[in-house]
């Protein structure tokens, strides 16, 4: 008897260890600082480069607005590509969302009016980044211990618009 409640107590310990929840955060986080580090960050330069990208979910031959109208573009949605983007000290490597076209509205979405009812459109979108290179001076106890640098980019702004197919 002994030993089979060792062996439920033993088993409701291990179920009680995976009840818990543990929150995890995708986005990057910065460093976590020991007892008495400090970082001084120091942007060396900062350049704003545009990608431009076509939205999923669009014909191969573009729209055509025989009765005018207008396209809804969600900029944020649909699949993601990486794209490398060349500053004036490298390749800074981004992921980008090339957006969704037809999607339910959102908060991230643009509505493009029809520019004519006779051409062919398709939707693009010029996503510019702000790109940064940053020198990151690492101390301990205002001891200096070391110098790391880093490219970081960031969506700075987006322009959907319609072009002729």
């Known amino acids: 008897m ?11 310990v291990v179920a009680i260890c995976f009840s818990f929840s543990i929150t995890v955060n995708a986005e990057e986080t910065e460093p976590t600082l020991k007892y008495g580090e400090r970082e001084e960050v ?25 009765s005018g109208g207008s396209l809804y573009v969600n900029t944020s949605g649909g699949p993601t590509t990486s794209v490398d ?7 800074v490597g981004v992921t980008v969302s090339v957006g969704a076209i037809g999607a339910g509205p959102s908060v991230d979405g643009a509505i493009l009016p029809a520019p004519n009812r006779t051409d062919y459109f398709i939707a693009k979108i010029d ?4 790109v ?14 070391g110098t ?18």
């Open 127 to 130: 996503k510019t980044f702000k």
């Open 148 to 165: 790391s640098y880093v490219s970081d980019a960031t969506l700075y702004a987006q322009d959907p618009y319609l072009v002729k197919a």
């Open 85 to 91: 983007l060349s500053v004036s000290w490298g390749i």
């Open 42 to 66: 120091t942007v060396l330069k900062t350049e704003y480069v545009t990608v431009t990208v076509t939205p999923s979910g669009q014909p191969p031959g573009g729209t055509k607005f025989s």
């Open 132 to 145: 940064q290179y940053k020198k990151i001076d690492r101390y301990q106890y205002n001891n200096y211990i």
């Open 2 to 12: 002994k030993k089979f409640k060792k062996i439920v107590s033993l088993l409701m």
